[in-house]
């Protein structure tokens, strides 16, 4: 009974430090983050403005989606940002640079949304921002896992998380744009 109390213990610091050592914000609007060219993506300049975020890969079933991401982002652009955050997660199918990533967005789907430098989306060395949009305790919406390539969150204009699509809604689906007219 004894070594069951410690373990118990010891499971729940562990548990406890992971989420602290990771310092989550209460708002997506105090997320800073990495750009594949470097720069920092601050997403406090996008408040009053939906935001769709989007874990993406180069080589995956779903990665002609980049080219109706771009049309989202073409037609709606004025209340809708896009960020890709490129993951090598699900079967390594993003195993560039951030260098050979932004060339190959540009080059086949000519993406102009903004893109992240690459990161993880899931297990214990998920990025802060995807343990928000995970984690019900952060985000107070709901909690998810991230199941594959192109799963997208949307963000409304207040900062509240609001919906996830599977990987197979296409960006131009009714569902989306229906979401993003509200």
């Keep these: 009974m004894k070594y069951l109390i410690v373990i118990t213990m010891l499971?729940?610091?562990?548990?406890t430090n992971t989420a602290e050592a990771q310092n989550i914000p209460a708002s997506i609007?105090?997320?800073k983050v990495e750009a594949l060219d470097g720069s920092i993506i601050d997403f406090s300049k996008f408040k009053g403005k939906?935001?769709?975020?989007?874990?993406t890969a180069s080589k995956c079933g779903y990665t002609p989606q980049y080219e109706g991401l771009e049309k989202l982002y073409e037609q709606y652009k004025d209340k809708l940002v896009i960020v890709g955050f490129p993951s090598n997660n699900f079967l390594l199918q993003e195993p560039g640079s951030n260098a050979n990533i932004a060339e190959f967005c540009k080059k086949n789907y000519g993406v102009t949304f903004l893109m992240a430098a690459?990161?993880?989306?899931?297990?214990?060395?998920a990025h802060?921002?995807?343990?928000?949009?995970?984690q019900k305790q952060y985000n107070k919406f709901d909690n998810s896992v991230v199941k594959w390539n192109f799963q997208k969150y949307l963000i409304d204009e207040k900062g509240n998380l609001v919906n996830?699509?599977?990987?197979?809604?296409?960006?131009?689906?009714?569902?989306?744009?229906?979401?993003?007219k509200k």
């Design 118 to 125: 690459k990161i993880d989306v899931k297990g214990r060395s």
């Design 50 to 55: 939906k935001i769709l975020i989007v874990n």
């Design 128 to 134: 802060p921002i995807y343990t928000w949009l995970t």
């Design 11 to 15: 499971f729940g610091l562990f548990k």
């Design 29 to 31: 609007y105090d997320f």
């Design 164 to 180: 996830m699509f599977a990987p197979s809604v296409e960006p131009m689906s009714p569902e989306i744009v229906n979401a993003i």
